[in-house]
């Protein structure tokens, strides 16, 4: 997530136009050519991690169920084998509220697929939607290091790049949900929740470098504009 500053963008309306044309430029529609010229993202060499160590929301609900365990490192696993590393230890699985991904230290993210993976049993429709969008954040955080925010340029300042890489790595995610699922509508529910859950607290979406609604909105459907070409 973006960190807290008083700067507000300069030119936000410009960010999702200047990020459709940095993916163009990079080639980053094809997100499989994308990653072949990038350096091993993190996570591919994160070691495994010491549950003592873990934030107090991650460390106390712990996924520990084997069969549910089983089911969600096979849900993220086109993921990892993606951006070449299956099957790696630094995934953390705990039980939250909402989807949600973060980094932790040394590459290793920790990832819930919310309450509605746990009140239902499969082969229910909304479950296999919601590991569908797990997948888009699972993505955006193994971006994350791999994505920097550019130095300011004439007219811009830092919170504009923080916007800027938000949507960067939003449009990575996207591409790499749509290369394994498939389904743009799934989009739409990552732009709610997104908005919803990832902005900071106390920073209203859209301010201070976070992507707006319309922006999540707008770069997604850039990403599946791409994909289809």
């Known amino acids: 997530m973006p960190s807290q500053t008083t700067t507000e963008p300069l030119r936000p309306e410009k960010a999702v136009e200047d990020v459709v044309a940095w993916a163009r430029q990079n080639g980053a529609s094809s997100i499989s050519s994308w990653l072949q010229r990038q350096s091993g993202p993190p996570i591919c060499k994160a070691p495994e991690v010491d ?22 490192m096979t849900a993220l696993d086109p993921v990892l084998t993606m951006v070449g590393c299956s099957k790696a230890r630094g995934l953390v699985l705990y039980k939250g509220q909402h989807v949600y991904a973060g980094n932790l230290d040394r590459g290793q993210i920790a990832i819930t697929p919310g309450d509605s993976y746990f009140t239902g049993s499969p082969p229910d429709e909304s479950i296999f939607h919601s590991l569908a969008e797990l997948r888009v954040f699972l993505a955006r955080e193994i971006f994350r290091p791999m994505v920097p925010a550019d130095k300011p340029s004439e007219g811009l300042n830092e919170a504009d790049m923080t916007l800027r890489r938000e949507l960067k790595l939003n449009y990575l995610a996207a591409v790499v949900g749509l290369t394994i699922d498939k389904d743009p509508s799934l989009l739409e529910q990552v732009a709610l929740d997104l908005d919803s859950y990832e902005t900071p607290v106390g920073i209203v979406s859209g301010t201070q470098g976070t992507p707006s609604l319309q922006q999540l909105k707008d770069v997604f459907g850039a990403a599946t504009q791409d994909y289809r070409k």
């Open 51 to 72: 549950r003592a160590t873990l934030p107090d929301e991650v460390r106390y609900h712990d996924v520990d169920d084997p069969k549910a365990r089983e089911r969600l």
